[in-house]
């Protein structure tokens, strides 16, 4: 019996588009005599719908149409305490479950899929679920904490400077004049919790560190802004396992149109005739990337630690920059789930992205059988302990 695999994406962020194309990709990739894949598409309004029409990208150019093919659903346990896709709304007479999951894969990038906000309720669902929990997804989400993390594990990175949009509004000067004092200009101005280089920019004084910050406000309420560096090399690596076995795919050095990586660098080949339908594959790249050995081996270590440091599970890419002007690495950031997945990392080292499904799906279904062995409850009744009269008040029955 095939296992049923609920592929959820789209979503309300920025990043609805990417996800998408991530999403189908993996489907159409994923072993058919394994696995059974159910598409759920999120849409913009936060309805979800599942069928067969989901699955041709091109279909999505005409979304109302689409949807009206589509079967509007939502996400339930059965009396037998199965996860399974119900009609919405439910018909008085008929079939009311239209499939039933048995591991769910989110493909949702940004917010309310990447933050841990997804895997949250699956796990409420007790289904097993591809990728971060919902601690390493929402650490890994958020600049700030991931950042204070890798920091206090000694880990290379960036300068930094966070606040909230509040606190900008009531103390602008002071930021400024510590953003100039420890980090200099120039600076990049990023929403602390996004993603897709959406809302980020360079700053090379005030006037253009306010605008910075203004734009990436509009995004998000926590900014982060960090250090620039001017002579760099940005290069990705992957990586595959969870907390206990990890393995680091080759690096890929990625080109950029601008100053820093756009969002059009990244899924439209630089805004240049791109081809969006292929996602992060489409982006301007050079695999492996052209460093010594060394140089390699250090990347892939560092990308490694990140993973496990930070808790993720899955596969995730992690992000660095290579100051040339010192040769010094840094990590950037952590995906935890990365556009396309970052399949195309994976297809130099022998792996294929029918194999990285496959290993994705069965680091899930491990995961849920170690959690079956711990302990999340205890049996006990607190109430039986007090007599009814105890509940009333305080200690012993005295009311305070």
Same mark, same amino acid.
């Not at 019996?1 to 990417?18: A, C, I, L, N």
């Not at 960090?226 to 990586?239: A, D, G, L, P, Y």
């Given at each position: 019996?095939?296992?049923?695999?609920?592929?959820?994406?789209?979503?309300?962020?920025?990043?609805?588009?990417?996800s998408v194309i991530s999403a189908l990709q993996a489907i159409h990739a994923m072993d058919n005599e394994r696995y059974e894949a159910i598409p759920i598409y999120i849409s913009k309004k936060r309805d979800w719908y599942t069928g067969e029409e989901?699955?041709?990208?091109?279909?999505?150019?005409?979304?109302?149409?689409?949807?009206?093919?589509?079967?509007? %659903?939502?996400?339930?346990?059965?009396?037998?305490?199965?996860?399974?896709?119900?009609?919405?709304?439910?018909?008085?007479?008929?079939?009311?479950?239209?499939?039933?999951? @048995?591991?769910?894969?989110?493909?949702?990038?940004?917010? &309310?899929?990447? @933050?841990? %906000?997804? /895997?949250?309720?699956?796990?409420?669902?007790?289904?097993?679920? %591809? +990728?971060?929990?919902?601690?390493?997804?929402?650490?890994?989400?958020?600049?700030?904490?991931?950042? /204070?993390?890798?920091?206090?594990?000694?880990?290379?990175?960036?300068? =930094?400077?966070?606040?909230?949009?509040?606190?900008?509004?009531?103390?602008?000067?002071?930021?400024?004049?510590?953003?100039? /004092?420890?980090?200099? &200009?120039?600076?990049?101005?990023?929403?602390?919790? #996004?993603?897709?280089?959406?809302?980020?920019?360079?700053?090379?004084?005030?006037?253009?560190?306010?605008?910075?910050?203004?734009?990436?406000?509009?995004?998000?309420?926590?900014?982060?802004?960090?250090?620039?560096?001017?002579?760099?090399?940005?290069?990705?690596?992957?990586?595959?396992?969870?907390?206990?076995?990890?393995?680091?795919?080759?690096?890929?050095?990625?080109?950029?149109?601008?100053?820093?990586?756009? =969002?059009?660098?990244?899924?439209?080949? +630089? +805004?240049?005739?791109?081809?969006?339908?292929?996602?992060?594959?489409?982006?301007?790249?050079? *695999?492996?990337?052209?460093?010594?050995?060394?140089?390699?081996?250090?990347?892939?270590?560092?990308?490694?630690?990140?993973?496990? *440091?930070?808790?993720?599970?899955?596969?995730?890419?992690?992000?660095? #920059? *290579?100051?040339?002007?010192?040769?010094?690495?840094?990590?950037?950031?952590?995906?935890?789930?990365?556009?396309?997945?970052?399949? =195309?990392?994976?297809?130099?080292?022998?792996?294929?992205?029918?194999?990285?499904?496959?290993?994705?799906?069965?680091?899930?279904?491990?995961?849920?059988?170690?959690?079956?062995?711990?302990?999340?409850?205890?049996?006990?009744?607190?109430?039986?302990?007090?007599?009814?009269?105890?509940?009333?008040?305080?200690?012993? +029955?005295?009311?305070?």
């Open positions: 019996m095939k296992t049923r695999v609920g592929v959820f994406f789209g979503g309300v962020s920025v990043e609805h588009e990417v989901l699955l041709d990208v091109e279909a999505y150019q005409n979304l109302d149409e689409l949807l009206s093919k589509a079967q509007k %659903v939502t996400l339930t346990r059965a009396e037998a305490g199965n996860v399974v896709l119900q009609k919405d709304p439910v018909p008085k007479f008929g079939k009311r479950i239209v499939a039933e999951i @048995d591991v769910a894969f989110p493909i949702v990038h940004g917010t &309310f899929g990447e @933050d841990g %906000v997804l /895997q949250g309720m699956f796990e409420l669902f007790d289904i097993p679920y %591809v +990728g971060c929990d919902v601690g390493s997804s929402a650490v890994g989400m958020d600049k700030v904490m991931m950042k /204070q993390i890798l920091r206090d594990s000694n880990l290379p990175i960036l300068e =930094y400077v966070w606040f909230y949009a509040n606190d900008w509004m009531e103390d602008r000067e002071e930021f400024i004049q510590i953003i100039d /004092q420890s980090l200099h &200009f120039p600076v990049i101005v990023k929403p602390a919790n #996004l993603g897709s280089s959406v809302g980020i920019n360079p700053a090379s004084n005030r006037e253009e560190l306010e605008e910075a910050v203004e734009e990436a406000m509009t995004f998000a309420s926590k900014i982060i802004v960090e250090r620039m560096v001017q002579n760099m090399k940005e290069v990705n690596c992957s990586v595959l396992g969870d907390y206990e076995n990890v393995e680091a795919s080759v690096i890929e050095e990625v080109l950029k149109s601008e100053e820093i990586l756009s =969002y059009e660098d990244k899924y439209q080949g +630089g +805004g240049k005739n791109g081809d969006a339908a292929k996602g992060m594959e489409n982006t301007d790249r050079i *695999i492996p990337a052209p460093l010594s050995e060394t140089r390699t081996k250090e990347i892939q270590e560092l990308a490694k630690d990140t993973f496990q *440091i930070l808790g993720a599970s899955g596969v995730s890419r992690i992000d660095f #920059l *290579i100051d040339q002007a010192t040769d010094k690495v840094y990590v950037n950031e952590i995906n935890t789930i990365p556009g396309s997945l970052s399949f =195309y990392l994976w297809e130099p080292t022998g792996k294929d992205y029918k194999q990285l499904t496959h290993e994705l799906i069965q680091l899930a279904l491990k995961r849920k059988r170690e959690r079956e062995n711990l302990m999340f409850s205890i049996d006990s009744n607190l109430f039986s302990l007090h007599s009814a009269s105890g509940m009333k008040g305080g200690k012993n +029955g005295s009311k305070r």
